[in-house]
């Protein structure tokens, strides 16, 4: 074990980085507590002396914010939570169960071409903006506009490369002669990689899982542009809380921000020694 000490001047970069990366982690949490008096107080409160729930009961009852004088809520996010624990759910298990076979069989069967990777992630080489409005035209023809199978479909072909392409790593780190072995058994190649190669990298396909649901769980581009009346996530009904009377509801923005991240750092806690060699896509080998 590495038992080296920091170094004082690293100690306090380090600081200085957590300061700066849980800060917005703080100011959210703390505007999700303060009643409506407080959000765009001037000096601002950093923590509010009368802490509320109030916020939060507004995501689900828009008539709550009514006792301090607040209107115009006309949408609880029952709704945006039921589309992107559903999006994101299907989305995730299509694209991490394509993207394993996908990683066998270019791991295993492929021809080691330079092409591969460059047309696996080509996908991913263009900013959202850029290829949402052919989505818009090509949903819209084919009537996938506006639905959850449309949801389901974008986010499933933005998230492909990725797990594809971590799932590589791992089985390429996974040595052939024991498949091979498996095979010489008796068993088939299916069964093979079925009984053998899966749950030996079982560790990274949960890792890879986890961090495909953070990308679908947080994905707001392609939510807005493909979904009107019928669809709804979380990160689009964020940008629905302005009312004309009261403007931006930065508390219960904040609130909803709260709870779409307990999620996410569950998840991430969970795949945090994962999650840095996934992302090297498989440049470190163990």
């Known amino acids: 074990m590495n038992n080296r000490k920091l170094s004082l001047p690293l100690a306090l970069l380090m600081g200085a980085a957590l300061i700066v990366v849980l800060f917005p982690v703080f100011w959210i949490v703390m505007t999700a507590i303060k009643p409506p008096t407080d959000w765009n107080a001037s000096p601002a409160i950093w923590v509010p002396s009368e802490p509320t729930l109030i916020n ?3 995501l689900f009852d828009p008539e709550a914010l009514g006792a301090y004088g607040v209107g115009g ?7 945006a939570v039921y589309g992107s624990v559903l999006a994101t759910v299907s989305a995730t298990l299509a ?4 993207g394993l076979f996908a990683a066998i069989g270019i791991s295993r069967y492929g021809n080691n071409s330079k092409a591969t990777p460059l047309v696996i992630l080509s996908g991913r080489m263009f900013p ?3 290829i949402a409005v052919p989505f818009v035209i090509i949903f819209s023809n ?3 506009i506006d639905s959850y199978l449309g949801l389901f479909a974008i986010y499933v072909a933005v998230t492909l490369p990725f797990s594809t392409w971590m799932l590589k790593s791992f089985v390429d780190d996974l040595p052939r002669e024991i498949e091979e072995a498996a095979m010489i058994d008796g068993r088939s190649r ?5 009984t053998v190669t899966i749950p030996l990298i079982k560790g990274g396909l949960f890792a890879t899982t986890m961090f495909i649901f953070i990308l679908n769980w947080s994905e707001f581009m392609f939510a807005l542009v493909l979904s009107y009346s019928n669809v709804c996530t979380i990160p689009v009904q964020l940008a629905k809380y302005v009312t004309a009377t009261a403007g931006t509801l930065y508390g219960v923005q904040a609130a909803l921000a709260v709870f779409a991240m307990v999620p996410l750092v569950f998840v991430g806690y969970h795949i945090q020694s994962h999650l840095a060699r996934a992302m090297t896509f498989g440049a470190i080998k163990q």
């Open 56 to 58: 939060f009961r507004t």
């Open 128 to 130: 959202p903006a850029a």
């Open 190 to 194: 299916l069964a093979a990689h079925l």
């Open 95 to 98: 694209s991490v169960i394509i």
């Open 73 to 79: 809520v006309s949408q609880a996010a029952t709704k």
């Open 142 to 144: 084919v009537g996938l």
